[in-house]
């Protein structure tokens, strides 16, 4: 029982992650595909936070502190890094969608596909 | 394995030998006939006493050509321009059947 | 002088990052003035990426460490790993800096003709400059998330790049399936960065591999990050993005984004040559890498033959082309656990890859380049309309002809050294292979007269009678590659020593590029 509520993360991380690989593939909306691009990335972004974690670990914001067991601050730097870069690809991704629906007047992926082949 | 030793295929070996077959073919080229009578039959294109039609139909396409090669291979050629769908869903199922094959590859391979 | 050599690495990176930032502030001063700063920028990376390549050559394997004074300083004291992001340069960085850096400079010197007349060029040169600052960042770190966030920096610049002519629809539509493809893969990348992180405590890339354990985890890993670098290269099957993406790229920026898919596969080689190295089942891998490389290379060249569209076609031939690399690369790979065939013929396959990697990014870079210029003479891109323009635009002919013969294989090319090496490599682990290779490089060829008859012999068409050849930055951004085409091809021998064969030894050499971080810090 503690090792499925230890593990309920990773079950989370795995479930999201699923969940956006779904709509990513099958969705042809292209703002929906973009949805399904950023429940991937928070998917990953809850990975990195949930591994950081230590057993009753405090918060990490002391330096040099003796005999307080912290959990892992590397990991919320790394997420915090991928959350802004996540802002910033969601940002060109749906600048793109908008310039593809005033060049088709369609946001359907097979509709709005000028190029194949 | 050094390039050195297949000296034949030398770059410079192959650049000299370039140049003298120029040579050579200039020498026999500045045999032939220099002159010719501008402006009348001889500077003619010769398409076996046909007329010559204007340059637009004279000039063979880029979709004729290989023609033949593309009937020939229709059955390869077919389902791979189908797959080439250009909708993103497709292209994002490929990159997951990518991830799935090289995860199935290396959990299966034994330490060789 | 001794201070730009010790911090060269950081430069490289750093200086075309604020440069970039700055363009939008000098194109406040004119159009002129912006122009002269970009270049004068992208020289001076040049210029550091070769002290950065001298002193690799001389003085080994360059450690640079952001923060301290040496890799093994750390606050607080009583951590004892690698904590601070470090560039480690091997011989892989510096020779993939060079292909960077020379890329960019001759791309950015045909763009200040060919981009007259478009508006928002500031924010054409940041996005150029940012997108040099990421290739040289992937190529020099030795930090994994450092490669990650540098990574997903490539992609949005060469995603925004790509989409810059907004005016046209596939233009915008190639941008979109970038951004979405890429930002995909780096985001598999990050899983399995969280991966090691979880495992080892450690994100250090020489650090991670003397820790690697090779688990069932490390598998998983090892998957992700094959699938996404891949995708990110442009191998079949996950080649599907190229073709969209490159044909619209404006301007001189199709050969530094295909400069950026080449610096994504040499990502690919630094996973799975340094970190992981022969700690994994190489035969699988390698073959896996085979297999990828056949496809990429026959159902490149077979698609390429279809096409109507010039820069399609060129287009297709890239992914031809990396087929070839990776055929290299994987025959290396596949053999890397036994020392005697290493020796024989696995080091020779590398450094073919590699010499290819080099050769493809002149001679590929000058060819789209070409195809680039034919759209901005004629104002199509559709081989059905051209005809006759060899008469008229010389030099593209010339330049073209010397990338066509190069790109076949026709000696005395630089193309034919570096895919005799693959051939002779790769017959001797399977002669199908090289038979394979052969088919496809004929089939190159064939294409490439089919452009050149299409588009540059036949009579002078009515249409085209006024058009004039291209301006002269453009002809000097192709010369720079076509001359560095002819210099690779008249003597191959001295670049393979001088830049090639140490680039392979340091991808072999997995054990110095742990040693250098882990063992003498």
């Given at each position: 029982?503690?090792?499925?509520?230890?593990?309920?993360?990773?079950?989370?991380?795995?479930?999201?992650?699923?969940?956006?690989?779904?709509?990513?593939?099958?969705?042809?909306?292209?703002?929906?595909?973009?949805?399904?691009?950023?429940?991937?990335?928070?998917?990953?972004?809850?990975?990195?936070?949930?591994?950081?974690?230590?057993?009753?670990?405090?918060?990490?914001?002391?330096?040099?502190?003796?005999?307080?067991?912290?959990?892992?601050?590397?990991?919320?730097?790394?997420?915090?890094?991928?959350?802004?870069?996540?802002?910033?690809?969601?940002?060109?991704?749906?600048?793109?969608?908008?310039?593809?629906?005033?060049?088709?007047?369609?946001t359907d992926a097979e509709k709005s596909r000028r190029v194949k082949g | 394995m050094d390039i050195r030793i297949l000296a034949f295929w030398?770059?410079?070996?192959?650049?000299?030998?370039?140049?003298?077959?120029?040579?050579?073919?200039?020498?026999?080229?500045?045999?032939?006939?220099?002159?010719?009578?501008?402006?009348?039959?001889?500077?003619?294109?010769?398409?076996?006493?046909?007329?010559?039609?204007?340059?637009?139909?004279?000039?063979?396409?880029?979709?004729?050509?290989?023609?033949?090669?593309?009937?020939?291979?229709?059955?390869?050629?077919?389902?791979?321009?189908?797959?080439?769908?250009?909708?993103?869903?497709?292209?994002?199922?490929?990159?997951?059947?990518?991830?799935?094959?090289?995860?199935?590859?290396?959990?299966?391979?034994?330490?060789? | 002088?001794?201070?730009?050599?010790?911090?060269?690495?950081?430069?490289?990176?750093?200086?075309?990052?604020?440069?970039?930032?700055?363009?939008?502030?000098?194109?406040?001063?004119?159009?002129?003035?912006?122009?002269?700063?970009?270049?004068?920028?992208?020289?001076?990376?040049?210029?550091?990426?070769?002290?950065?390549?001298?002193?690799?050559?001389?003085?080994?394997?360059?450690?640079?460490?952001?923060?301290?004074?040496?890799?093994?300083?750390?606050?607080?004291?009583?951590?004892?790993?690698?904590?601070?992001?470090?560039?480690?340069?091997?011989?892989?960085?510096?020779?993939?800096?060079?292909?960077?850096?020379?890329?960019?400079?001759?791309?950015?010197?045909?763009?200040?003709?060919?981009?007259?007349?478009?508006?928002?060029?500031?924010?054409?040169?940041?996005?150029?400059?940012?997108?040099?600052?990421?290739?040289?960042?992937?190529?020099?770190?030795?930090?994994?998330?450092?490669?990650?966030?540098?990574?997903?920096?490539?992609?949005?610049?060469?995603?925004?790049?790509?989409?810059?002519?907004?005016?046209?629809?596939?233009?915008?539509?190639?941008?979109?399936?970038?951004?979405?493809?890429?930002?995909?893969?780096?985001?598999?990348?990050?899983?399995?960065?969280?991966?090691?992180?979880?495992?080892?405590?450690?994100?250090?890339?020489?650090?991670?591999?003397?820790?690697?354990?090779?688990?069932?985890?490390?598998?998983?890993?090892?998957?992700?990050?094959?699938?996404?670098?891949?995708?990110?290269?442009?191998?079949?099957?996950?080649?599907?993005?190229?073709?969209?993406?490159?044909?619209?790229?404006?301007?001189?920026?199709?050969?530094?984004?295909?400069?950026?898919?080449?610096?994504?596969?040499?990502?690919?080689?630094?996973?799975?040559?340094?970190?992981?190295?022969?700690?994994?089942?190489?035969?699988?891998?390698?073959?896996?890498?085979?297999?990828?490389?056949?496809?990429?290379?026959?159902?490149?060249?077979?698609?390429?033959?279809?096409?109507?569209?010039?820069?399609?076609?060129?287009?297709?031939?890239?992914?031809?082309?990396?087929?070839?690399?990776?055929?290299?690369?994987?025959?290396?790979?596949?053999?890397?656990?036994?020392?005697?065939?290493?020796?024989?013929?696995?080091?020779?396959?590398?450094?073919?890859?590699?010499?290819?990697?080099?050769?493809?990014?002149?001679?590929?870079?000058?060819?789209?380049?070409?195809?680039?210029?034919?759209?901005?003479?004629?104002?199509?891109?559709?081989?059905?309309?051209?005809?006759?323009?060899?008469?008229?635009?010389?030099?593209?002919?010339?330049?073209?002809?010397?990338?066509?013969?190069?790109?076949?294989?026709?000696?005395?090319?630089?193309?034919?050294?570096?895919?005799?090496?693959?051939?002779?490599?790769?017959?001797?682990?399977?002669?199908?292979?090289?038979?394979?290779?052969?088919?496809?490089?004929?089939?190159?060829?064939?294409?490439?007269?089919?452009?050149?008859?299409?588009?540059?012999?036949?009579?002078?068409?009515?249409?085209?009678?006024?058009?004039?050849?291209?301006?002269?930055?453009?002809?000097?951004?192709?010369?720079?590659?076509?001359?560095?085409?002819?210099?690779?091809?008249?003597?191959?021998?001295?670049?393979?020593?001088?830049?090639?064969?140490?680039?392979?030894?340091?991808?072999?050499?997995?054990?110095?590029?742990?040693?250098?971080?882990?063992?003498?810090?």
């Amino acid at each position: 029982m503690t090792s499925l509520v230890v593990n309920a993360p990773f079950v989370a991380v795995a479930a999201l992650a699923c969940v956006g690989l779904y709509i990513m593939v099958t969705q042809r909306d292209l703002i929906k595909i973009v949805m399904g691009v950023t429940i991937l990335e928070s998917a990953v972004n809850l990975f990195l936070v949930s591994l950081g974690y230590r057993n009753e670990g405090a918060a990490p914001g002391f330096t040099h502190a003796s005999g307080t067991h912290m959990v892992l601050p590397v990991p919320q730097a790394l997420t915090l890094t991928s959350i802004v870069i996540g802002v910033a690809t969601t940002a060109l991704m749906l600048t793109l969608v908008i310039l593809i629906y005033r060049h088709t007047g369609e946001t359907d992926a097979e509709k709005s596909r000028r190029v194949k082949g | 394995m050094d390039i050195r030793i297949l000296a034949f295929w030398a770059p410079v070996v192959c650049l000299i030998a370039f140049l003298v077959l120029i040579a050579v073919t200039y020498a026999f080229r500045s045999r032939g006939e220099s002159k010719h009578k501008q402006g009348t039959e001889q500077e003619k294109v010769f398409l076996s006493g046909e007329d010559m039609p204007d340059a637009g139909m004279r000039h063979v396409r880029a979709h004729n050509i290989y023609w033949g090669f593309f009937e020939s291979l229709k059955q390869y050629y077919d389902p791979l321009i189908r797959a080439h769908t250009g909708i993103v869903n497709d292209y994002l199922m490929w990159l997951i059947g990518v991830v799935a094959i090289a995860g199935i590859v290396i959990l299966t391979a034994g330490p060789w | 002088m001794d201070a730009l050599t010790t911090h060269a690495p950081i430069l490289a990176i750093a200086v075309p990052l604020a440069a970039a930032f700055l363009t939008p502030l000098v194109g406040r001063l004119g159009a002129k003035v912006r122009n002269v700063f970009v270049v004068a920028i992208l020289l001076f990376v040049e210029f550091l990426v070769f002290t950065v390549v001298r002193q690799v050559l001389t003085a080994g394997i360059q450690v640079y460490t952001l923060g301290a004074t040496a890799a093994g300083l750390a606050i607080p004291e009583s951590h004892i790993v690698p904590v601070r992001i470090i560039l480690e340069v091997d011989g892989l960085g510096a020779f993939l800096g060079i292909i960077a850096a020379t890329v960019a400079l001759s791309g950015a010197v045909y763009s200040l003709s060919a981009m007259r007349g478009e508006s928002g060029q500031d924010r054409f040169y940041t996005l150029l400059l940012l997108l040099t600052a990421s290739m040289l960042g992937i190529q020099y770190t030795g930090d994994l998330f450092n490669l990650f966030v540098f990574l997903e920096i490539l992609s949005i610049s060469g995603a925004a790049l790509a989409a810059f002519r907004t005016r046209f629809v596939d233009a915008v539509e190639g941008g979109f399936k970038y951004v979405i493809v890429s930002t995909v893969s780096a985001l598999l990348v990050l899983l399995s960065i969280g991966i090691f992180y979880g495992q080892y405590n450690l994100l250090n890339i020489a650090a991670v591999s003397d820790a690697m354990r090779y688990t069932l985890l490390d598998k998983i890993a090892l998957a992700l990050l094959i699938g996404a670098l891949l995708t990110k290269s442009g191998a079949v099957p996950s080649h599907w993005w190229v073709p969209d993406t490159y044909t619209p790229a404006p301007a001189g920026t199709s050969p530094i984004i295909y400069a950026s898919s080449l610096t994504c596969l040499g990502a690919a080689l630094r996973i799975v040559f340094s970190l992981y190295g022969v700690k994994m089942t190489v035969s699988a891998v390698g073959w896996l890498v085979i297999v990828a490389g056949l496809l990429s290379m026959f159902i490149g060249v077979t698609m390429a033959l279809r096409q109507t569209d010039i820069k399609r076609l060129m287009t297709y031939h890239v992914i031809s082309q990396e087929g070839y690399m990776l055929l290299g690369f994987g025959v290396g790979l596949a053999v890397l656990g036994d020392p005697q065939a290493v020796a024989a013929y696995g080091r020779e396959a590398i450094a073919g890859g590699l010499f290819h990697v080099l050769n493809n990014a002149f001679f590929k870079g000058l060819l789209l380049l070409t195809g680039e210029a034919l759209f901005f003479a004629l104002g199509t891109r559709d081989l059905d309309r051209m005809g006759g323009m060899g008469r008229t635009m010389k030099w593209t002919c010339a330049f073209f002809i010397i990338g066509a013969l190069a790109i076949s294989g026709i000696p005395p090319m630089n193309g034919f050294a570096s895919k005799l090496m693959i051939y002779e490599t790769s017959y001797q682990l399977n002669p199908m292979l090289a038979i394979v290779a052969l088919i496809v490089s004929i089939m190159t060829l064939a294409s490439f007269t089919k452009v050149f008859q299409a588009a540059f012999t036949g009579p002078g068409l009515p249409e085209y009678r006024d058009v004039k050849p291209v301006p002269l930055s453009m002809k000097v951004g192709m010369g720079v590659l076509a001359a560095g085409t002819l210099f690779f091809s008249l003597f191959p021998q001295l670049v393979l020593d001088t830049i090639v064969y140490p680039a392979t030894d340091a991808l072999l050499n997995q054990t110095m590029y742990i040693g250098v971080i882990m063992g003498g810090s």
